[in-house]
C-alpha cells in the first residue's frame, strides 16, 4: 500500500516502481506553484454581490477577475482565457448580476436582462447554482432547455432576468419566436458565452452564425448587448471570440490564481501477449492501465479523478478499480458521465469534495467548468485530442497550498505513442488556436434562410453574415428558399420552420434513431455521416455498457433496430473510397515532390463489415452490405512524388500501396496534434497512380461537407506534421506496423497492405525537399481557420492499392 498525504514527486516514484512498471514512466515534468495576486472590488459590482462573496470567502477577487469586470462595464467584448479553477465565473457573473440588480428596480422589476450559453445542460445548471449564491432572489435566474417543462417557459419568457440555456435551444426555441421574447431582448444588457473554446469547428462556425442571428434580433429591439467569452487557455483568444460573435474582442489571460506545484508524468501501458490484425503487437489499454493506477491511489487515500474517452470507459475503469480493491474501498469509487441525473451527479460531486469519494472515473463532462477542483491526482486515460483539453483536465489537481500529481497514460495510437515519447510536443508548446470558419457556405446557407424566416434580410445584413452572404442569395432563391420582393427585402418562402434545416452539429442529415426492437423503446441516436458504418445490419452497437446486435438498418426511415447480444465479437465496417480533384487552390515545389491544397469530391461506399474477436482483435469472418454510395465535397490536403523519388528511397511498384497507406494512415494519426481536430474529423485515401495527378499520391481531406479548416492547418504546417509522421512512425519498436505507428482502428481495408519500413523512405524522400519551416507561430497564424465537429462522426482514413477508403 502506498503511505498516505505524499507529495506527488513521491506518489508518482512510487506508482513506477512497484509491480514491474519503470519502464513505463517515460518523462517527468515538474511545474512550479504560482502565488496568487489580488485587486480590489471594482465600484461597479454592487454591494450586495461583494457581500455575498464575502460569505463565500472571497475577500477580493483576484486580478484577472477584477480586470474583467471593469472591461465589461465599459462594454467592451470581453474574453476571459485562464486556468482551470481561475474563478473565471466570478469575473462575469458580477457585472452581469450587478446590471441584474440595478434592472430590478424597474416598474417591472427586469429592466435588464442577460443570457448565457453554455455547451451542456450540467454546466448551466451548475452556473445557475452560482448566481443563486451571489445575487439576491429578486435577480431570476432560470434555466430554459429541452427539459425545461412547457408551463414554465412561458414564465421563463415573461419575468426571469437571467436565462441559461445552451446554443441548440437558442437557435430552435428563442430566436424562432423572438415576438414572444420581445420584452428580453428589448432590455438584454449581456450575452455569456462559457467554455466557449468547445465552440470549434462546423459545431463552432454553426454556434458563430446564431449569435450574428442574436445579434441582429436585439438590433432591431433596440439593445446592443455586451458578449463576455470564457474560455480555457487557448492560443489568440481574442481573435476566436471575433470569429464567434463577429465584434472586436479583448482578452484577459494572465491567470493571478494560486496553484500548487505539478508534477506531470506521461505512462506508456506494457506490451501484452495478444497479437492484432496480422500478428502487430497489441499493448494493455489506457483504460486497463488507468483502472491499476487508480486502485493503488485510492490505497494511498489520494483523491483522484480519471477522465476517459466514453461513457463506458469510466463505468468500466470504476468497475475494474472496484474489484481490484475489495469492500470497503469499492465504495469508496464510483462513475460519473452524462446520462445521469442532475441530482446524481451533484451527489457525486459532494463526495467528492468531501472525500467520501477517493476515486471517480469520468467522461470529459467534468472537463467543462463543473466545479470538482482541488484534487491530489489526475488521470488521462489516452490524450484528449487537444492540448487545451489536456490543461483542463490536469487542472482539476491541485490545491492551493498542496501539490498535485497529473498523469498522461497513452492510448495505442500514433498521436499517444509520439506525444510520451516527444514531450517537447506538449510542454515546450502553446496550445491550439479555436478553429472555426463561420463564412464556410455550408454553414452560412441554412443560417441566412433561418434569419429571413425571423426577420426579412435587407442589403444592411450582408456585413453582419459575412462577405459569402451577397454570392448566396441569389443561389437561395433559385432553389426557391428565398424571394426577393420589389423593396429589395429577401423574404423565406416555405411553410415550415427554417430553423428545423439546420443541424448545429454538422452531422449531415436526419439523425439515425437506435430502436430496441423487442420493446420499441428509443435507445439513442446516431449522426447519419456515421450511420452507414456504425449501426449497419449486423454491426455490434453499445449503450450504457449494454451489447445490441443491429437486425435491421432501414435507410427510408433512418431507423436501426437493434436487440440484446452478447457476441464475443466486435464489428468493423470496410468501404470503398474514391477521390477526385475539383480545383487546386495552391501548390507548392517539394523538390520533385509538391504539396497541395484545393476542393475534392470524395464518393465513400460501404461494401461489408469485420468480425473481431474481442480479447486479440483476430478476424473471425467478413460479410457484405449493400448499401448505397455517398458523395463529399469537401477540402484537402495533397503530396506527390515521382517515379524518381521513389527509385531514390528504393521503393518498388509492389511496396508503393503499403508505403502509401502506411504513410496516409500515420499523418492521420498526427494530424490532431497541428490542428485543432480528432482523427474522426477527417479522411483519406492513398493512391500509387492518380488519374488527376498522374502520380504516386496521397490525400488527407476534411470530414464535412465544404470543408473545415483541418486540411487548410496541415498544408500551412505541413513540415511540421509530416516530420511529425515520419519520427512517430520510425520510432516504433515493433517490426512492421502496430497501432502505435501504422495500423488504424477504423480501417476499412482491414490494414491490409502496410509497409512500415517503406513508409519512412517514403516520407524521407518527400521531406528531403521540404522547404525550412517559418516560425510556427507565423505559420499557426496565417490561415483562415475553419473547423469540424467537436464529436466527429467524418468519414474515415482511407487508402490502399486501388483507392478504397477506410469506414468511419
Given at each position: 500500500m502506498l503511505p498516505r498525504h505524499r507529495p506527488p514527486e513521491a506518489l508518482l516514484a512510487s506508482l513506477s516502481a512497484v509491480r514491474g512498471r519503470a519502464d513505463r514512466l517515460t518523462h517527468t515534468e515538474h511545474l512550479p506553484a504560482r502565488e496568487a495576486r489580488h485587486a480590489p472590488w471594482p465600484d461597479t459590482v454592487r454591494p450586495e454581490i461583494v457581500a455575498a462573496a464575502l460569505a463565500l470567502g472571497v475577500e477580493q477577487p483576484w486580478a484577472h477577475q477584477a480586470e474583467a469586470m471593469k472591461l465589461a462595464k465599459s462594454g467592451q467584448t470581453v474574453v476571459l482565457a485562464t486556468g482551470t479553477a481561475s474563478g473565471k465565473s466570478l469575473g462575469y457573473l458580477a457585472p452581469v448580476l450587478s446590471d441584474l440588480l440595478d434592472g430590478t428596480e424597474a416598474r417591472n422589476g427586469r429592466g435588464a436582462t442577460a443570457l448565457y450559453l453554455a455547451p451542456t445542460k450540467a454546466l448551466a445548471a451548475d452556473q445557475r447554482r452560482r448566481a443563486a449564491e451571489l445575487a439576491p432572489a429578486r435577480v431570476r435566474a432560470a434555466l430554459y432547455d429541452g427539459d425545461t417543462p412547457p408551463e414554465e417557459r412561458e414564465w421563463v419568457r415573461q419575468y426571469a432576468?437571467?436565462?441559461?440555456?445552451?446554443?441548440?435551444?437558442?437557435?430552435?426555441?428563442?430566436?424562432?419566436?423572438?415576438?414572444?421574447?420581445?420584452?428580453?431582448?428589448?432590455?438584454?444588457?449581456?450575452?455569456?458565452?462559457?467554455?466557449?473554446?468547445?465552440?470549434?469547428?462546423?459545431?463552432?462556425?454553426?454556434?458563430?452564425?446564431?449569435?450574428?442571428?442574436?445579434?441582429?434580433?436585439?438590433?432591431?429591439?433596440?439593445?446592443?448587448?455586451?458578449?463576455?467569452?470564457?474560455?480555457?487557455?487557448?492560443?489568440?483568444?481574442?481573435?476566436?471570440?471575433?470569429?464567434?460573435?463577429?465584434?472586436?474582442?479583448?482578452?484577459?489571460?494572465?491567470?493571478?490564481?494560486?496553484?500548487?506545484?505539478?508534477?506531470?508524468?506521461?505512462?506508456?501501458?506494457?506490451?501484452?501477449?495478444?497479437?492484432?490484425?496480422?500478428?502487430?503487437?497489441?499493448?494493455?489499454?489506457?483504460?486497463?492501465?488507468?483502472?491499476?493506477?487508480?486502485?493503488?491511489?485510492?490505497?494511498?487515500?489520494?483523491?483522484?479523478?480519471?477522465?476517459?474517452?466514453?461513457?463506458?470507459?469510466?463505468?468500466?475503469?470504476?468497475?475494474?478499480?472496484?474489484?481490484?480493491?475489495?469492500?470497503?474501498?469499492?465504495?469508496?469509487?464510483?462513475?460519473?458521465?452524462?446520462?445521469?441525473?442532475?441530482?446524481?451527479?451533484?451527489?457525486?460531486?459532494?463526495?467528492?469534495?468531501?472525500?467520501?469519494?477517493?476515486?471517480?472515473?469520468?467522461?470529459?463532462?467534468?472537463?467543462?467548468?463543473?466545479?470538482?477542483?482541488?484534487?491530489?491526482?489526475?488521470?488521462?486515460?489516452?490524450?484528449?485530442?487537444?492540448?487545451?483539453?489536456?490543461?483542463?483536465?490536469?487542472?482539476?489537481?491541485?490545491?492551493?497550498?498542496?501539490?498535485?500529481?497529473?498523469?498522461?497514460?497513452?492510448?495505442?495510437?500514433?498521436?499517444?505513442?509520439?506525444?510520451?515519447?516527444?514531450?517537447?510536443?506538449?510542454?515546450?508548446?502553446?496550445?491550439?488556436?479555436?478553429?472555426?470558419?463561420?463564412?464556410?457556405?455550408?454553414?452560412?446557407?441554412?443560417?441566412?434562410?433561418?434569419?429571413?424566416?425571423?426577420?426579412?434580410?435587407?442589403?444592411?445584413?450582408?456585413?453582419?453574415?459575412?462577405?459569402?452572404?451577397?454570392?448566396?442569395?441569389?443561389?437561395?432563391?433559385?432553389?426557391?428558399?428565398?424571394r426577393r420582393r420589389g423593396d429589395g427585402t429577401w423574404y423565406w418562402t416555405r411553410r415550415e420552420r427554417a430553423a428545423d434545416a439546420v443541424d448545429l452539429r454538422g452531422s449531415g442529415g436526419s439523425p439515425v434513431q437506435i430502436v430496441e426492437a423487442e420493446t420499441g423503446r428509443l435507445l439513442g441516436t446516431v449522426d447519419a455521416s456515421a450511420a452507414h458504418t456504425s449501426v449497419h445490419t449486423g454491426a455490434v452497437h453499445l449503450h450504457q455498457g449494454r451489447t445490441y446486435l443491429v437486425r435491421d438498418f432501414d435507410l427510408d426511415s433512418s431507423v436501426a433496430l437493434v436487440e440484446r447480444a452478447d457476441p464475443p465479437y466486435t464489428t468493423a465496417a470496410r468501404d470503398v473510397t474514391s477521390i477526385s480533384v475539383l480545383s487546386t487552390d495552391t501548390t507548392v515545389d517539394w523538390g520533385e515532390a509538391r504539396l497541395s491544397f484545393g476542393s475534392v469530391e470524395v464518393v465513400n461506399q460501404v461494401v461489408g463489415y469485420l468480425r473481431k474477436r474481442i480479447s486479440t482483435g483476430e478476424i473471425l469472418g467478413e460479410s457484405k452490405l449493400d448499401l448505397p454510395p455517398r458523395t463529399l465535397r469537401t477540402r484537402a490536403v495533397w503530396w506527390s512524388v515521382t517515379e524518381d523519388q521513389l527509385l531514390d528511397a528504393t521503393i518498388p511498384f509492389d511496396q508503393l500501396p503499403g508505403a502509401a497507406h502506411a504513410a496516409e494512415h500515420a499523418s492521420i494519426g498526427l494530424l490532431p496534434l497541428f490542428a485543432t481536430c480528432d482523427r474522426w474529423d477527417i479522411g483519406g485515401v492513398s493512391v500509387p497512380l492518380h488519374p488527376d495527378t498522374g502520380l504516386p499520391t496521397v490525400f488527407v481531406y476534411d470530414g464535412h461537407s465544404g470543408g473545415a479548416g483541418f486540411a487548410e492547418r496541415g498544408f500551412r504546417r505541413a513540415v511540421q506534421w509530416l516530420t511529425a509522421t515520419r519520427d512517430a512512425i520510425a520510432a516504433c519498436e515493433c517490426e512492421r506496423g502496430c497501432p502505435s505507428c501504422v495500423q488504424s482502428p477504423k480501417c476499412g481495408n482491414g490494414n491490409d497492405p502496410l509497409d512500415k519500413a517503406a513508409a519512412v523512405r517514403l516520407l524521407d524522400v518527400l521531406l528531403a525537399g521540404a522547404p525550412v519551416p517559418q516560425d510556427e507561430a507565423a505559420a499557426g497564424a496565417a490561415p483562415v481557420e475553419q473547423g469540424g465537429p467537436d464529436d466527429g462522426g467524418g468519414p474515415d482514413d482511407g487508402g490502399g492499392p486501388d483507392g478504397p477508403g477506410e469506414a468511419p
Open positions: 432576468s437571467y436565462v441559461l440555456t445552451n446554443p441548440d435551444m437558442l437557435h430552435r426555441g428563442i430566436l424562432p419566436a423572438h415576438p414572444r421574447w420581445a420584452s428580453f431582448l428589448k432590455t438584454l444588457r449581456y450575452v455569456v458565452v462559457d467554455e466557449c473554446h468547445t465552440y470549434r469547428g462546423v459545431f463552432g462556425s454553426h454556434v458563430a452564425q446564431v449569435l450574428r442571428r442574436l445579434r441582429r434580433l436585439c438590433a432591431r429591439y433596440g439593445s446592443s448587448p455586451t458578449f463576455l467569452l470564457a474560455s480555457a487557455t487557448t492560443a489568440d483568444p481574442a481573435a476566436t471570440a471575433h470569429r464567434l460573435t463577429g465584434l472586436p474582442a479583448v482578452a484577459v489571460t494572465e491567470d493571478c490564481s494560486p496553484r500548487g506545484p505539478l508534477v506531470f508524468g506521461l505512462w506508456e501501458p506494457p506490451l501484452t501477449e495478444n497479437v492484432g490484425e496480422h500478428g502487430a503487437p497489441v499493448r494493455r489499454t489506457a483504460t486497463a492501465e488507468a483502472s491499476y493506477l487508480l486502485t493503488d491511489l485510492v490505497e494511498s487515500e489520494t483523491r483522484t479523478v480519471v477522465f476517459v474517452r466514453s461513457r463506458r470507459a469510466a463505468e468500466l475503469v470504476a468497475l475494474q478499480a472496484q474489484d481490484q480493491l475489495g469492500r470497503p474501498l469499492a465504495d469508496r469509487v464510483a462513475a460519473y458521465r452524462g446520462g445521469y441525473l442532475a441530482e446524481e451527479r451533484r451527489a457525486l460531486e459532494r463526495d467528492l469534495h468531501s472525500g467520501r469519494l477517493l476515486g471517480l472515473a469520468s467522461t470529459s463532462a467534468l472537463e467543462l467548468g463543473v466545479d470538482v477542483s482541488g484534487l491530489d491526482a489526475v488521470l488521462m486515460a489516452g490524450y484528449p485530442g487537444t492540448r487545451a483539453s489536456l490543461w483542463q483536465q490536469a487542472g482539476r489537481a491541485g490545491r492551493e497550498a498542496q501539490g498535485a500529481l497529473a498523469v498522461l497514460i497513452a492510448r495505442d495510437d500514433p498521436l499517444d505513442t509520439y506525444l510520451v515519447h516527444h514531450p517537447e510536443a506538449l510542454f515546450d508548446t502553446p496550445v491550439e488556436a479555436t478553429v472555426l470558419d463561420p463564412d464556410n457556405p455550408h454553414v452560412l446557407a441554412p443560417h441566412l434562410c433561418a434569419a429571413a424566416a425571423e426577420l426579412p434580410l435587407t442589403d444592411s445584413d450582408l456585413e453582419l453574415f459575412g462577405p459569402s452572404t451577397e454570392a448566396l442569395l441569389p443561389i437561395l432563391e433559385k432553389r426557391g428558399l428565398l
